[in-house]
């Protein structure tokens, strides 16, 4: 059984590396949930074991947020920050600045995710209502999404899960990323200004303009007040973060105006079937022993993810190699200690820039492009995402070697 075990488990990672299985149709999703349901029906856990396994809190906080995302999203709060930059007066360069600022901006207190998945479309139709490429504006809104998660606890799902493993403080956290963050939101805006300032203007084929949720003001404010009020308890409370989301999530379904369909359809109901899913398989991991065996073996080998230095090194290629979900989580059972936390969730994050597939953020923009017959290739992602994807994580590995001797 152990074998079996050890088997399902490198080709659920393989199917991470990969995106898919080969000869069937299966995502990473599908492969991740493949795996859960055949160890489970093999007999590697029961299925109490595989129900207990799974991290509710971490579920729960995630789920939560994405509904208060749906708020926003139905109330027309994302379609009004559209309206807002196409009605800017600004030019190429200070409207790139301006998308990179909303995209990190509304990252920092809802998931990456959800914010790309809303405001994607969007900001393609800005550029291309100002004749402009839409490709850089894409661009920096997936690296901005990003490095804007990086800054909070609740800014993409694998800092929801390294801060709820273990234990982090929202504020403390923020404050220890808030200026490596603040650096590599300039550094982004740079890279890509300097990489297509000469072609930005380029004429590119008129599309369908996007039709814009109309703007809900007495649900907008709801929303709005309501995320104000999950950040105040998040900072300055020590309740549970998973109790306050889903109590944001149950004011948010209280609505006579919008049907409650309307904001399940935005949850990412696959990512949360990914993370149940991995949750299980890495309990059959354990389990079979491989867990204490993969520690010692990184032991053995001098590699020791309680020195600063090797574990925000060693999380970069593997965050590229599997996505970041996936490395954060096996980093994570080799006993990552918490005072380590803010070093895992910013490389592991940052490094989501340098390729295409290291962050889902990256996909779910590139997949809008292709949409709308933009090339957004992981050669067109690299121009931009090594520099950007480089620069931004050594910046951090600074300030946090900084911090570590003062």
Same mark, same amino acid.
């Given at each position: 059984?152990?074998?079996?075990?050890?088997?399902?488990?490198?080709?659920?990672?393989?199917?991470?590396?990969?995106?898919?299985?080969?000869?069937?149709?299966?995502?990473?999703?599908?492969?991740?949930?493949?795996?859960?349901?055949?160890?489970?029906?093999?007999?590697?856990?029961?299925?109490?074991?595989?129900?207990?396994?799974?991290?509710?809190?971490?579920?729960?906080?995630?789920?939560?947020?994405?509904?208060?995302?749906?708020?926003?999203?139905?109330?027309?709060?994302?379609?009004?920050?559209?309206?807002?930059?196409?009605?800017?007066?600004?030019?190429?360069?200070?409207?790139?600045?301006?998308?990179?600022?909303?995209?990190?901006?509304?990252?920092?207190?809802?998931?990456?995710?959800?914010?790309?998945?809303?405001?994607?479309?969007?900001?393609?139709?800005?550029?291309?209502?100002?004749?402009?490429?839409?490709?850089?504006?894409?661009?920096?809104?997936?690296?901005?999404?990003?490095?804007?998660?990086?800054?909070?606890?609740?800014?993409?799902?694998?800092?929801?899960?390294?801060?709820?493993?273990?234990?982090?403080?929202?504020?403390?956290?923020?404050?220890?990323?808030?200026?490596?963050?603040?650096?590599?939101?300039?550094?982004?805006?740079?890279?890509?200004?300097?990489?297509?300032?000469?072609?930005?203007?380029?004429?590119?084929?008129?599309?369908?303009?996007?039709?814009?949720?109309?703007?809900?003001?007495?649900?907008?404010?709801?929303?709005?007040?309501?995320?104000?009020?999950?950040?105040?308890?998040?900072?300055?409370?020590?309740?549970?973060?998973?109790?306050?989301?889903?109590?944001?999530?149950?004011?948010?379904?209280?609505?006579?105006?919008?049907?409650?369909?309307?904001? /399940?359809?935005?949850?990412?109901?696959?990512?949360?079937?990914?993370?149940?899913?991995?949750?299980?398989?890495?309990?059959?991991?354990?389990?079979?022993?491989?867990?204490?065996? /993969?520690?010692?073996?990184?032991?053995?080998?001098?590699?020791?993810?309680?020195? /600063?230095?090797?574990?925000?090194?060693?999380?970069?290629?593997?965050?590229?190699?599997?996505?970041?979900?996936?490395?954060?989580?096996?980093?994570?059972?080799?006993?990552?200690?918490?005072?380590?936390?803010?070093?895992?969730?910013?490389?592991?994050?940052?490094?989501?820039?340098?390729?295409?597939?290291?962050?889902?953020?990256?996909?779910?923009?590139?997949?809008?492009?292709?949409?709308?017959?933009?090339?957004?290739?992981?050669?067109?992602?690299?121009?931009?995402?090594?520099?950007?994807?480089?620069?931004?994580?050594?910046?951090?590995?600074?300030?946090?070697?900084?911090?570590?001797?003062?």
């Amino acid at each position: 059984m152990t074998t079996f075990v050890l088997i399902t488990f490198f080709m659920v990672y393989m199917a991470m590396v990969v995106g898919r299985v080969p000869a069937l149709r299966l995502d990473r999703t599908g492969a991740a949930l493949l795996g859960a349901l055949a160890l489970v029906a093999a007999g590697a856990l029961t299925a109490r074991d595989a129900w207990l396994a799974v991290d509710v809190p971490t579920l729960a906080l995630l789920f939560g947020m994405m509904v208060l995302s749906a708020q926003l999203a139905a109330a027309g709060v994302y379609a009004q920050v559209a309206r807002s930059l196409d009605a800017a007066q600004a030019g190429p360069r200070a409207l790139l600045a301006w998308v990179i600022i909303a995209s990190s901006a509304l990252s920092a207190v809802l998931t990456n995710d959800v914010v790309c998945v809303a405001l994607a479309p969007l900001v393609a139709e800005v550029a291309r209502r100002r004749h402009l490429h839409p490709l850089p504006f894409l661009l920096a809104l997936a690296a901005a999404a990003n490095v804007g998660g990086a800054l909070t606890l609740i800014g993409n799902p694998q800092n929801i899960l390294i801060g709820q493993t273990l234990q982090l403080s929202f504020g403390a956290y923020a404050l220890q990323a808030a200026v490596p963050v603040a650096l590599s939101l300039g550094v982004t805006w740079w890279v890509i200004w300097s990489a297509w300032k000469a072609r930005i203007t380029v004429s590119v084929a008129p599309t369908t303009s996007q039709a814009l949720v109309a703007w809900e003001r007495g649900p907008a404010l709801k929303g709005l007040l309501l995320v104000g009020l999950v950040m105040a308890l998040f900072v300055a409370t020590d309740v549970p973060r998973e109790a306050v989301a889903l109590g944001a999530a149950a004011v948010v379904l209280c609505s006579r105006r919008i049907h409650s369909q309307a904001f /399940l359809t935005r949850v990412d109901w696959p990512l949360l079937v990914l993370f149940t899913s991995l949750f299980v398989v890495h309990a059959a991991f354990e389990a079979a022993g491989w867990t204490a065996q /993969l520690a010692q073996g990184l032991q053995a080998t001098n590699v020791r993810v309680d020195d /600063l230095h090797t574990l925000y090194w060693l999380s970069v290629p593997l965050s590229n190699l599997v996505s970041n979900v996936p490395a954060v989580m096996l980093l994570l059972e080799t006993g990552v200690p918490a005072a380590l936390g803010p070093a895992l969730a910013l490389s592991s994050t940052l490094a989501g820039n340098l390729l295409l597939v290291g962050s889902i953020a990256n996909l779910i923009v590139a997949e809008e492009a292709q949409r709308q017959g933009l090339a957004f290739t992981w050669k067109e992602h690299a121009k931009v995402g090594v520099p950007i994807g480089l620069s931004t994580l050594v910046i951090a590995w600074l300030w946090l070697a900084f911090l570590a001797s003062h």
